[in-house]
């Protein structure tokens, strides 16, 4: 404990980056009132809590998906503006990540 203290406080950890910029707060309010529901549905298992668990289920997969899907969308954009931009540098470096 005290060794990863020092060394927390010597070497200094750099914070990760978020790879998925599309992850907001929309998305993680769907996943909470999702996983709320299923916790409501495990304790309470009546077909009116399952139908709406897997509403809220729905509900979450298809905001998240879209969010990604758009953010992939404009990715791609952005990688064909900087080609036909001919900036090789900014396309070969959009197209490693």
Do not use: G
């Not at 998906?65 to 992939?72: D, G, L, N, S």
């Amino acid at each position: 404990m005290a060794i990863t203290e020092a060394a927390k406080e010597v070497i200094q950890t750099q914070s990760k980056k978020q790879r998925s910029e599309w992850w907001d707060e929309d998305c993680q309010l769907a996943i909470r009132r999702k996983n709320e529901a299923r916790r409501k549905w495990l304790q309470n298992r009546t077909r009116a809590s399952n139908e709406w668990y897997h509403k809220k289920r729905n509900e979450a997969n298809r905001m998240c998906a879209t969010k990604k899907k758009e953010w992939i969308n404009n990715l791609i954009r952005q990688i064909e503006e900087n080609h036909k931009r001919n900036e090789p540098r900014k396309f070969f470096n959009e197209i490693k990540t």
